[in-house]
């Protein structure tokens, strides 16, 4: 069964910045989407930001102008570079893969971003 692997969390003050990394174990076939999805202490987990196959992307609000999402479909990897981190973009972060066929959905086992005040 494929794996995604994230990479890059850690501790980083406010106005910092971090670049998170997912790659899979294995070759996925058939991606529509590449995404981060974040998820705060007692909160629901929310989109961050998706890039598709054809390379359109989609931001959440909170974090338009600050983050940077890319994906390399060949390589079945995707970044989230991050800049101007705040104190609320404090989460576990995680990424997804959607595809047109089985498995259809995978996802990282989550990263911890933490920004200090």
């Known amino acids: 069964q494929v794996q995604l692997v994230e990479s890059g969390g850690g501790l980083v003050q406010a106005g910092g910045s971090l670049r998170l990394s997912c790659a899979a174990s294995?070759?996925?076939?058939?991606?529509?989407?590449m995404g981060w999805y974040r998820q705060a202490p007692g909160k629901q987990r929310e989109l961050v930001a998706f890039?598709?196959?054809?390379?359109?992307?989609h931001y959440a609000d909170s974090v338009k102008d600050r983050f940077t999402i890319s994906g390399d479909v060949a390589k079945n990897a995707v970044y989230l570079q991050m800049n101007r981190l705040k104190a609320e973009d404090t989460a576990v972060y995680y990424c997804?893969?959607?595809?047109?066929?089985?498995?259809?959905?995978?996802w990282g086992q989550g990263t911890q971003v933490t920004v200090s005040s």
């Open positions: 997804q893969i959607t595809t047109g066929t089985s498995p259809y959905s995978v």
């Open positions: 294995r070759s996925i076939f058939s991606i529509d989407n």
């Open positions: 890039v598709t196959s054809g390379g359109r992307t």
